[in-house]
T-cell receptor, first 116, second 109 residues
Framework: ETGVTQTPRHLVMGMTNKKSLKCEQHLGHNAMYWYKQSAKKPLELMFVYNFKEQTENNSVPSRFSPECPNSSHLFLHLHTLQPEDSALYLC???????????????FGSGTQLSVL | RKEVEQDPGPFNVPEGATVAFNCTYSNSASQSFFWYRQDCRKEPKLLMSVYSSGNEDGRFTAQLNRASQYISLLIRDSKLSDSATYLCAVNQAGTALIFGKGTTLSVSS
């Protein structure tokens, strides 16, 4: 148990659906991340929040909308997704982003998303 | 050139073997380096950080070669439970970790 909890574990949605992924960390960290992992591809950084402020948006399509109401919670709102968006979506946290180069990431279990 | 490159493998080795993986990175400003382990359908978990002087944790040894811009992971006396995908990750000040695709290791009895 890494202290980072993601729900749901699995999600199947149609292209016209709206759904949200939730992430909660119990580690007292101040930075939270969304990564996408597709088959045969490296983990791709999507968004970074540091002290609730978005500090990185890695050219992610607007059909993915993050929300970080506080340092412990992170959401990823999904709308009008495409089949190629099917992937494992991983949330991670670290104590502070950008302050020390030795920041270690702790990942949640991920949400396996299938878009039909 | 990709930022972080790894040989995807798979590396198929018998129990007790010694196996080594390399990971090359393109950004010479990279400052921190890590190895993560990822089991099938699970999240990546930190295996070890990689320090400039090299470091060891039990059967695992990590090395950094800044001149050639690569890091390595050596696993001695492989166990069945070492079967997994090993991801290297690098970053520089102010940026999030960038990961390689991972190297798959399969240890058989």
């Amino acid at each position: 148990e890494t202290g980072v909890t993601q729900t749901p574990r699995h999600l199947v949605m149609g292209m016209t659906n709206k759904k949200s992924l939730k992430c909660e960390q119990h580690l007292g960290h101040n930075a939270m991340y969304w990564y996408k992992q597709s088959a045969k591809k490296p983990l791709e950084l999507m968004f970074v929040y540091n002290f609730k402020e978005q500090t990185e948006n890695n050219s992610v399509p607007s059909r993915f909308s993050p929300e970080c109401p506080n340092s412990s919670h992170l959401f990823l709102h999904l709308h009008t997704l495409q089949p190629e968006d099917s992937a494992l979506y991983l949330c991670a946290s670290s104590s502070r982003q950008g302050v020390s180069v030795y920041e270690k990431l702790f990942f949640g279990s991920g949400t396996q998303l299938s878009v039909l | 050139r990709k930022e972080v490159e790894q040989d995807p493998g798979p590396f198929n080795v018998p129990e007790g073997a010694t196996v080594a993986f390399n990971c090359t990175y393109s950004n010479s400003a990279s400052q921190s380096f890590f190895w993560y382990r990822q089991d099938c359908r699970k999240e990546p978990k930190l295996l070890m950080s990689v320090y400039s002087s090299g470091n060891e944790d039990g059967r695992f040894t990590a090395q950094l070669n800044r001149a050639s811009q690569y890091i390595s992971l050596l696993i001695r006396d492989s166990k069945l439970s070492d079967s997994a995908t090993y991801l290297c990750a690098v970053n520089q000040a102010g940026t999030a970790l960038i990961f390689g695709k991972g190297t798959t290791l399969s240890v058989s009895s």
